[in-house]
């Protein structure tokens, strides 16, 4: 079937990347000047101990020897170990993952009313003031870099007005609320982050729609002015912002870096910061290959999706 | 579309609800004491006391080991795991009773095999502990247990200090026999707090009261919570609203938001760690004691201290010996003189003035502001000084030894370590390339000297020929500051900033 | 007789003038902003009171003030000062940064759109594989693996922001270059012998020049925003130097107590942005393009 030949060749492409950036990482990585054994011992260490350390380590095999014993671990699931604390990668990395990926879902779930109600009240009361007014906000929420959000939002929400608690004192005793809680602020500042983007766009593209014959149509037919919106445009208007919202993902993997370290968030974007002033070259190297793996399965999915979506791409 | 305002629905839902419980700040069914600790060695942390890599691991090692004995402010001496202790007469053997009836955590029993034991390990290149340039004085032969509730240390020359010695940062009593690996991740002490929750890199460290421990009646509190904040703001936020109850350390910079708030108490400690500004004397143009003493006569030490510590702190003589202590060699330390750098320096043949690099990090907070206000302070007398920032994760390893003027921190120690550590000419880190026989010898006799006064005034010479003629400035020392819910109780910081005793603290709900 | 004499008005004032009233208010808006921006980092060392690392200009932690309008930090130095010192730097690293990103990326993605086979091939490989990295964490491993000793040092900065632009910039370039390939000048060109890299530079390369611009100023948009997150984590520029982001990072901890002094450089970094990203807007509308701005 032509359909599962695209699919699977999407696939192919996506795997041949991802090899390529498994390479990237390795040689740009395995070049990190600065011996990871002194950064391990600390500054007390003495020059046998740090050999020893070396050869545990198989500092001192080749490269090329050194990127496939990688590569061949990373398929098979064996990521190794910390060169910091010899714990497995998965064991440091599971817990980090999770908490990035509840904080990612919150943050989308807030993404979606931020960018869908002001779309609909600029898309309605368009070239008016509020529609004026709204455009400005976005463009300095846009222009704002997110590390100001974060501190502007932390100032606001845990010292001006104290609702929201200060760092995520959560373990596993703590309620499911008191998680909420924790996420909230990092996952409001990623929301409006990937909300002012994609508002813009939604609201052109609800325009466009409300301007199209179709509406018109509806209109004429004596359908009332909510429920054309609702039923009719907002649908329509919201598939091109799906590729939007593939990018927001994108966006996102690289957004928890700054925010999680804001908000002293114990994610997956804290951790790759943490583990580069470690040096801690198997953390490194996991992580990054999990964050493009992301990218790339975003992309390919929604690839696959237009592709499935809109029947003229297939010839592609 | 129903989904979509099903969703929108349940996220203005999720909202509401969290923006809601502000009334229950406190987290539910927590009797633990919340403690933030202020740095954080993420994947680096272990429950090991050999491998205390960061100021982050004395905040859990430290509630749940004892040592053999423990130092206050004043170097004074007191029990812990050892009750009694005395030297022979030829001063090389020091014998230490250790107390009865005191159990580990996994229920063996405390005798002094572990104290040999624990020693011996420190002492192993093998296990790779810091604390072997510390303890070069201990022989590790000399290391013995005569019976079960006695342990001798017996050195090739007499250590006159070494009770005070042996207690440093990397001493807790682990049990005989432990493996490194084993005691990363989970630790075994005699100490007030037995380990439950504890994970490298994880945000929160939960420890539980031991019900055995060897002092009835502590510690108060049922269980310690410990996280790290790094974050100024969100660290201030949570002791302000009660999400801490203990905050180990306030940065100078937000100390103005608490010292009105009714709700919490500042603590200081007395004089801790040093900061100096420190040149190698065989490098030009130091190596002109002239220059030298010019480079050190420039600083307004107590302006340094309101401006980098915000007032929190202490003006240094240039000698690791606070001023106060009786065996600093002033009371007061020397003041700013222009006219008299400008004199050296034009005697030294530098009368168009002074120019070079002065190599920094943030390596402990303030480093940096310290090098630039120093910089600002040398210029009216014709210097003109370079600051180089560098990282500070790779400061101590990538610059400090290697660059003839960097900046520097040393925690406090007593005076016999302080001033060894990194001027002797056998000193490990020798910061300054210091080498002066006569130097050593004197330190040597202070060392030596069984007579209190008569150590205290050879401390006082030795520490005025370093600040004479030596390569440091040591302008400030700092205090810390802490700060303490009210409701809280019984907790007081000591200058040996990792020295963390929670034995007391209790919070009233 | 004394007749005035009205002179024609000028040609071209007029016609500017005309031009000027046709463009959209975006680019307008924008053009003045950054022409202020611009300004301010070329004249402001001259007029800026006080130096960016003096000391000493008032009590430390004082507030918003006539004499010091973004506060003074913990140093006692002026924080607007040093927000008007720095401007030129934010400036110079985007758009340096920026330009040879888009060098590159031009260079790369116009050969490799017009030559095609396994060269095209082999580079939109590496060019997707460089994409699917996202920027900030492409930006930390570079500036980790460039090491300790060029840590801080501007022009990695400046490489590393060409490195994250050019494989996004190539993308677009090979596009427009496949669709110019198509014309018939193109194909004339190729029939008389000219090498391919002649044909970029006469034919390709003037006809993507409306596409790239509009690359370039959608880029140097977002590159201070990605300048200024690497100085806040630590991995950009040193201190003192008064780099915007740097800076807010550096005086986030004063924010309760003089928050202007956090706000002070996060206006200045936010404006420059909106200007750049409404010139951006502008600019595309009157090329006939449309932009999506934001964080690619």
New interface residues.
């Given amino acids: 079937m032509p359909i599962l030949r695209l699919v699977a060749g999407r696939i192919l492409?996506s795997v041949?990347?991802?090899l390529?950036?498994s390479?990237?990482?390795f040689a740009?990585?395995e070049?990190?000047?600065?011996d990871v054994a002194?950064?391990?011992?600390?500054?007390?260490?003495?020059p046998?101990?740090l050999e020893l350390?070396r050869i545990k380590l198989g500092l001192n095999d080749p490269a090329p020897v050194r990127y496939l014993h990688w590569l061949g671990g990373l398929l098979s699931g064996d990521f190794g170990q910390?060169l910091?604390?010899?714990?497995p990668v998965t064991d440091?990395l599971a817990?980090r993952i999770y908490n990035t990926v509840l904080l990612s879902l919150?943050a989308f779930?807030?993404y979606?009313?931020l960018t869908?109600?002001p779309a609909l009240i600029q898309a309605i009361r368009r070239d008016r003031p509020v529609d004026h007014g709204l455009s400005i906000v976005t463009?300095?929420l846009?222009?704002?870099?997110?590390?100001?959000l974060a501190?502007?939002l932390?100032?606001t929400f845990?010292?001006l007005v104290?609702?929201?608690?200060?760092?995520?004192?959560?373990?596993?005793?703590?309620?499911a609320?008191?998680y909420?809680?924790a996420m909230?602020l990092p996952a409001?500042t990623l929301a409006i982050?990937m909300a002012?983007?994609a508002v813009?766009?939604l609201r052109d593209n609800l325009i466009e729609v409300l301007d199209s014959d179709y509406v018109r149509m509806a209109e004429l037919k004596g359908l009332s002015a909510k429920r054309v919106l609702?039923?009719h445009a907002?649908?329509n208007a919201l598939v091109p912002t799906l590729n939007?919202t593939a990018?927001n993902l994108?966006?996102l993997?690289?957004?928890v870096?700054?925010v999680e370290?804001?908000?002293?968030y114990?994610g997956f974007g804290s951790?790759?910061?943490?583990?580069?002033?470690?040096?801690?070259l198997p953390?490194?190297e996991t992580t990054?290959m999990i964050?493009?793996l992301v990218?790339?399965g975003a992309?390919l999915i929604a690839d696959i999706a237009a592709v499935l979506l809109n029947p003229r791409l297939r010839t592609a | 579309m129903k989904l979509a305002r099903l969703m929108c629905g349940a996220a203005i839902g999720a909202l509401a609800m969290a923006g809601l419980s502000s009334a229950a700040l406190a987290a539910a069914g927590d009797e633990c004491v919340k403690v933030l600790g202020y740095e954080w060695s993420g994947e680096k942390q272990s429950m090991d006391p050999a491998d205390m890599h960061s100021g982050d691991d004395a905040y859990h090692t430290f509630a749940v080991y004892n040592r053999l004995v423990d130092i206050d402010d004043n170097f004074n001496v007191r029990p812990e795991l050892a009750t009694e202790w005395g030297v022979s007469d030829d001063g090389l053997t020091w014998t230490f009773k250790l107390r009865d009836g005191v159990k580990f955590h996994s229920g063996k029993d405390f005798s002094s095999a572990d104290a040999v034991y624990t020693f011996k390990r420190l002492l192993d290149e093998k296990t790779g502990s810091g604390a072997r340039a510390v303890l070069e004085f201990l022989d590790p032969d000399g290391i013995k247990a005569p019976d079960a509730h006695t342990v001798t240390f017996t050195t090739k020359k007499p250590v006159v200090e070494l009770p005070v010695l042996i207690s440093n940062k990397f001493t807790n009593i682990v049990p005989d026999g432990a493996k490194q690996e084993d005691l990363r991740l989970h630790g075994d002490g005699t100490g007030p707090f037995m380990q439950e929750e504890f994970t490298p890199n994880a945000p929160v460290r939960i420890l539980r009261k031991n019900p055995n421990y060897w002092d009835a009646g502590k510690p108060k509190a049922d269980c310690l919570k410990i996280t790290v904040a790094q974050e100024a703001v969100a660290a201030v936020s949570a002791i302000k609203s009660g999400e801490v109850d203990l905050m180990l350390n306030v940065d100078p910079s937000v100390i103005p938001a608490l010292k009105d708030d009714p709700s919490v108490v500042l603590l200081e400690t007395a004089a801790s760690n040093s900061m100096t500004i420190s040149f190698w004397v065989d490098a030009k143009p130091f190596d002109d004691p002239k220059v030298r003493e010019a480079l050190k006569v420039v600083v307004d030490r107590q302006a340094m201290v309101d401006t980098v510590l915000l007032g929190f702190g202490e003006p240094g003589a240039d000698n690791p010996v606070p001023v106060g202590n009786p065996a600093s060699y002033v009371k007061e330390a020397p003041k700013q003189d222009y006219e008299l750098a400008k004199k050296l320096l034009a005697e030294a043949g530098h009368k168009d003035g002074l120019k070079f690099d002065l190599y920094t990090a943030e390596g402990v907070p303030g480093m940096v502001r310290m090098a630039q206000v120093y910089a600002e302070m040398a210029k009216p007398a014709g210097i003109d000084i370079n600051v180089i920032v560098t990282p500070a994760e790779s400061f101590w390893d990538d610059v400090w030894l290697k660059q003839s003027a960097v900046t520097s921190a040393w925690s406090m120690r007593p005076p016999g370590e302080g001033l060894a550590v990194a001027y002797t000419q056998s000193a490990k880190w020798k910061e300054t390339h210091w080498e002066r026989p006569d130097y050593d010898a004197m330190l040597l006799k202070a060392n030596t000297t069984v007579d209190a006064a008569e150590r205290q005034k050879l401390f006082q010479q030795t520490g005025e020929l370093l600040a004479k003629e030596g390569g440091l400035v040591l302008p400030m020392f700092v205090h810390q500051v802490l700060a303490l819910r009210k409701g809280c109780e019984g907790y007081t910081p000591l200058a040996q900033n990792f020295n963390l005793n929670f034995e007391d603290l209790s919070c009233s709900k | 007789m004394a007749i005035e004499q009205v002179s024609a008005p000028k040609q071209t004032s007029f016609r500017y003038r005309v031009l000027w009233r046709q463009t959209p208010q975006s680019f307008r808006i924008g053009l003045i902003v950054l022409l202020v921006h611009l300004i301010v980092a070329i004249t402001g060392p001259f007029w800026a009171p006080y130096g960016f690392s003096q000391m000493g200009t008032g009590i430390p932690l004082s507030g918003m003030s006539w004499t010091h309008p973004f506060g003074i930090d913990q140093l006692g130095r002026d924080v607007f000062s040093r927000v008007v010192h720095g401007s030129h730097i934010v400036i110079l690293l985007s758009l340096s940064g920026t330009a040879i990103g888009l060098l590159a990326g031009a260079v790369l993605g116009l050969l490799s759109g017009y030559l095609g086979g396994w060269f095209d091939n082999l580079l939109q490989r590496l060019l997707e594989a460089l994409i699917s990295i996202p920027f900030l964490v492409l930006a930390l491993i570079a500036i980790a693996s460039a090491g300790p000793e060029l840590s801080g040092n501007p022009i990695l900065v400046v490489l590393v922001v060409a490195l994250v632009y050019a494989p996004r910039i190539a993308r677009i370039a090979r596009a427009a270059a496949m669709d110019i390939a198509t014309r018939d000048f193109v194909t004339v060109a190729r029939l008389r012998g000219e090498s391919a890299w002649s044909v970029m530079r006469r034919e390709l390369l003037p006809n993507a020049t409306g596409v790239l611009l509009v690359e370039f100023a959608l880029r140097a948009g977002y590159a201070p925003v990605l300048v200024g997150s690497l100085g806040f984590l630590g991995f950009g520029l040193r201190p003192p130097t008064p780099e915007w982001g740097l800076m807010i990072s550096e005086n986030r901890a004063l924010i309760i107590i003089t928050p202007i002094t956090v706000l002070g450089p996060g206006l200045a970094l936010a404006s420059l942005v909106v200007g750049l990203n409404l010139f951006t807007e502008g600019l595309a509308r009157i090329l006939g393009r449309t932009v999506r701005l934001g964080n690619q």
């Fill in positions: 492409l041949l990347t991802l390529i950036v390479l990237i990482v740009v990585l070049v990190l000047p600065g002194s950064r391990i011992l600390g500054r007390d260490a003495t046998e101990a350390l910390s910091v604390s010899s714990r440091i817990p919150y779930l807030l979606l009313p869908v109600i463009l300095v846009l222009s704002m870099p997110d590390f100001l501190t502007i932390l100032f845990v010292v104290p609702i929201l608690p200060a760092i995520s004192l959560v373990d596993h005793s703590s309620s609320l008191d909420l809680r909230t409001l982050v002012v983007y813009r766009m609702l039923r907002l649908p939007v990018l994108a966006y993997v690289g957004g870096v700054v370290k804001v908000f002293s114990p951790l790759l910061v943490d583990s580069l002033q470690l040096r801690d953390v490194i990054v964050a493009a990218y790339v992309n």
